[in-house]
């Protein structure tokens, strides 16, 4: 299949780009469009064989629920069951933005679609080329993030080629994507709203809307043996470079210290940029130190361009898991298998 390029970013492309990609969207074709989480591969959440297009062009397992992207209200009622009052206060608060919430499906969304469960993922997005999308062909589109399937998600349109040309009939470029990890999932279908998974509105921003708001305990651990994922994705293999990472904890002269006693062919640092002077290995900085909303937009690209310089073995800084911070930190545990060391302090 011959992948078409289309140009948002220029105000002279952008109106063609968007009316082309609509088009095809309603033909039942794939098209990748920018969000501001990441790019999203996405297709009418409402055609099961368009659906399937997407799990078979990412290689995703069947059982990875997709999230379905809508531009305004209106479009929700159609697809859940009920509209809970908690649901409603969210999208006041946080949408358009990064959140997704897990609500009672209707029948009109596809059991492949949801993954076979009973529930549906919904997320209005906030950028505009991807709401005028949706906008433009009517209809809810579901959209994962447009890597092959356990590649780190793409934040620029290249990244999206690299892994999707050939494979989807149109690539939307609308520039980097402003946060840079995939949105909050939160599920509202028990008493209590509970985070799956992390992302940029976290759950001290939504247990202030709603009183309360639980974490998952897969966020931060891993699911021992058959344990069941209350979000399916969790129990995948995501993120990862081919190179082996480990999480180094510990100050900014600590990890310096022992990735340079450590380093040698094939080393390389996933740092902060505060430790590139101090480091005497090949390095690749995500964000500064204590700011967690450049480590979230940086991540993926670094974990993609360690891949480029033929890393074999990474030692990562570990980020402080708090506020965004607790989605960099879940991101870069799945990308380091789980492997944590603690670092000596001299
Ligand atoms: P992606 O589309 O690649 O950002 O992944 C979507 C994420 O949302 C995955 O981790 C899914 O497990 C999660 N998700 C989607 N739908 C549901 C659902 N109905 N229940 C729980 N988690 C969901
Ligand atoms: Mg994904």
């Known amino acids: 299949m011959e992948t078409l390029h289309l140009d948002a970013c220029s105000p002279q492309s952008r109106e063609q780009a968007i009316d082309e990609a609509a088009r095809l969207l309603k033909e039942g074709q794939l098209v990748i469009i ?7 591969l996405a297709a009418n959440a409402l055609d099961p064989a368009a659906v399937a297009g997407i799990f078979a062009a990412k290689g995703r397992p069947q059982d990875n629920p997709l999230i379905v992207h809508v531009d305004r209200m209106e479009q929700i009622p159609p697809l859940v069951k009920e509209l809970p009052p908690a649901a409603e206060k969210l999208a006041a608060a946080y949408w358009p933005g990064p959140l997704t919430m897990i609500l009672p499906k209707s029948e009109a969304v596809p059991k492949v679609t949801s993954g076979g469960l009973d529930t549906v993922a919904i997320r209005m997005p906030s950028q505009p080329v991807a709401r005028a999308i949706i906008a433009r062909c009517g209809l809810p589109l579901a959209a994962p993030s447009a890597n092959l399937s356990g590649s780190p998600s793409p934040t620029t349109a290249l990244r999206c080629a690299q892994d999707m040309d050939g494979r989807v009939a149109a690539i939307v470029d609308g520039g980097p994507c402003q946060v840079g990890v995939e949105s909050t999932v939160v599920s509202l279908v028990g008493p209590v709203p509970v985070v799956l998974r992390p992302g940029a509105i976290t759950p001290e921003m939504i247990a202030g809307v709603l009183g309360e708001c639980q974490v998952d305990d897969s966020v931060l651990h891993q699911l021992k043996e058959g344990q069941t994922a209350a979000s399916p994705g969790m129990k995948y293999k995501h993120y990862a470079p081919k190179a082996s990472v480990t999480i180094l904890r510990g100050s900014s002269p600590a990890f310096c210290r022992e990735v340079n006693r450590r380093g040698g062919e094939g080393v390389c640092a996933l740092c902060f940029e505060e430790d590139l002077p101090h480091l005497q290995v090949a390095a690749i900085p995500y964000g500064r130190e204590g700011d967690d909303l450049s480590q979230a937009r940086l991540l993926f690209e ?8 033929g890393a ?26 789980f492997q944590v060391e603690t670092l000596p302090e001299e």
């Open 34 to 40: 920018p969000t501001e989480t990441v790019y999203g």
């Open 302 to 309: 670094a974990l993609r361009e360690l891949d480029e310089k």
């Open 312 to 337: 074999r073995v990474v030692y990562a800084r570990e980020p402080h898991a708090a506020g965004v911070g607790l989605a960099v930190y879940n991101r870069l545990l799945r990308a380091a298998g």
